[in-house]
Nanobody
Framework: QVQLVESGGGLVQPGGSLRLSCAAS????????MSWYRQAPGKERELVAA????????NYRDSVKGRFTISRDNAKNTVYLQMSSLKPEDTAVYYC?????????WGQGTQVTVSS
């Protein structure tokens, strides 16, 4: 079965960096696009970044462009989100998502808190 396991969240000061990882299993990872979403308290879940199966095309929401980088290692079945210059408004639970044959699969999420 499809499994997505996020890790790497934590508490970081404004201006700091974190790298999130999402380890995938149960499907042919390299042929599917992967994405990162986030959900802050009281807000809807929003798309942060996405990457195609081969990694050649990436997209970001405007508020993270230039600060976040999505990448993937298909040999390790893992997608990453490198986050830099973090701001308090980046505080949220971050989820990775796989869209496979019209079904969406989500990880359990990892908390990122940006605070001094």
């Amino acid at each position: 079965q499809v499994q997505l396991v996020e890790s790497g969240g934590g508490l970081v000061q404004p201006g700091g960096s974190l790298r999130l990882s999402c380890a995938a299993s149960g499907f042919t990872f390299s042929i599917y696009a992967m994405s990162w979403y986030r959900q802050a308290p009281g807000k809807e879940r929003e798309l942060v970044a996405a990457i195609t199966g081969g990694g050649g095309i990436v997209n970001y929401r405007d508020s993270v462009k230039g600060r976040f980088t999505i990448s993937r290692d298909n040999a390790k079945n893992t997608v990453y989100l490198q986050m830099s210059s973090l701001k308090p408004e980046d505080t949220a639970v971050y989820y990775c998502k796989a869209a496979i044959n019209r079904n969406a699969y989500w990880g359990q999420g990892t908390q990122v808190t940006v605070s001094s």
